[in-house]
Nanobody, 115 residues
């Protein structure tokens, strides 16, 4: 099983980034895909959840209206579109795949928002 995040980088406040999570080794459509983030000195926190069941996505209050999570079964890839980025969004962003007792993580991609 592999989850590989990409798309992180350094942007100014108000900018946008699109994170990708390319997966392999499992049936993508069977798993709940999520993005988490961990800022320096803070605990890892849930950012967004994508349900392959068709249920609406879930977002942390801090990112609602700015971030959009999606998944592409044909590419086995999850995405996180991040708009209107703020300095408080600076963190390492991790992709997660979960199903019952299976829980897989990527290595993370760094997002830095500063002026």
């Amino acid at each position: 099983v592999q989850l590989v995040e990409s798309g992180g980088g350094s942007v100014h406040p108000g900018g946008s980034l699109r994170l990708s999570c390319a997966t392999s080794g499992f049936i993508f459509s069977w798993y709940q895909m999520s993005w988490y983030r961990q800022a320096p000195g803070k605990a890892r926190e849930l950012v967004a959840v994508f349900h392959n069941t068709g249920d609406p996505p879930h977002y942390a209050d801090s990112v609602k209206g700015r971030f959009t999570i999606s998944g592409d079964d044909s590419k086995d890839t999850a995405f996180l579109q991040m708009n209107n980025l703020k300095p408080g969004d600076t963190a390492v962003y991790y992709c997660n795949a979960w199903r019952y007792d299976e829980d897989y993580w990527g290595e993370g991609t760094l997002v830095m928002v500063s002026s």
